[in-house]
């Protein structure tokens, strides 16, 4: 499971070289944090890592939320 993170890392590397989007780089994040989450040097670390993954989704969610602006209005003429 250890070298399918790895591989998966790779991959999700290439993709935000190639992309640029914010999403992707939380993505690859997400998956940097699970792989270390495989092998913890302590307890500590099994601690930070499920705070890196709340910081995770709150990012996801404030950061990539749908533009209010993009709702069409639906208001009488």
Do not use: N, Q
Not at 7 to 13: A, D, K, P, Q, S
Not at 31 to 42: E, H, M
Not at 43 to 65: E, G, K, M, S, T
Request: proline fraction near 6%.
């Amino acid at each position: 499971m250890y070298r399918v993170l790895l591989m998966v890392i790779g991959v999700e590397l290439a993709r935000t070289l190639l992309t640029h989007d914010l999403g992707a780089i939380l993505e690859l994040l997400a998956f940097v944090v699970a792989r270390k989450t495989l092998k913890p040097d302590d307890a500590f670390d099994i601690f930070l890592c499920a705070l890196a993954f709340v910081a995770l989704l709150a990012a996801r969610y404030f950061f990539l939320r749908p533009e209010a602006d993009s709702v069409p209005d639906r208001s009488p003429p």
